[in-house]
């Protein structure tokens, strides 16, 4: 009975974090950046700069896979490649202000659908107060995990 309840509480979670990235997807349908492409956008602006070795691992895909998101996104502009001025050989990525407003404009696209959600619950407060101790943890748990 126990697993069949954390299953539950498994794919609940991951139903809702489907449904939410399937929202804010739908601002990038109709422009020039795949789903891979997107990620990769995320990543630099959640996170900062990285080089393409950090970008390959955090999304479990090859650095020729990488470099080939990296070398399409910079062409259209959503990104570059900056030299490091004490060492030319490592090269990091930066998201441009156009990548931002790629990000900026699914974020908006995102709230605005959990606002339509929110609008619907009774007492959105004690959702939220929940949703942040379950976040909480999360972390706790994942921190312990490492030691």
Do not use: H, W
């Amino acid at each position: 009975m126990e697993k069949t309840r954390v299953q539950n509480f498994e794919k609940i979670i991951r139903d809702i974090c489907f449904k939410v990235k399937v929202e804010g997807r739908k601002i990038i349908k109709n422009s020039d950046i795949s789903p891979a492409q997107f990620d990769l956008l995320q990543i630099l602006y959640f996170r900062g700069p990285k080089r393409v070795t950090d970008i390959s691992l955090i999304l479990g895909i090859t650095k020729s896979t990488t470099t080939g998101l990296i070398n399409r996104l910079e062409a259209s502009g959503y990104l570059e490649k900056v030299k490091d001025k004490r060492d030319k050989r490592v090269t990091t990525i930066t998201i441009t202000e156009k990548g931002k407003n790629v990000i900026d404009e699914v974020i908006k696209a995102r709230v605005e659908f959990m606002q339509k959600v929110l609008d619907k619950m009774k007492k959105p407060e004690e959702v939220m107060d929940r949703l942040e101790c379950l976040d909480k943890m999360i972390n706790e748990v994942r921190e312990n995990e490492k030691e």
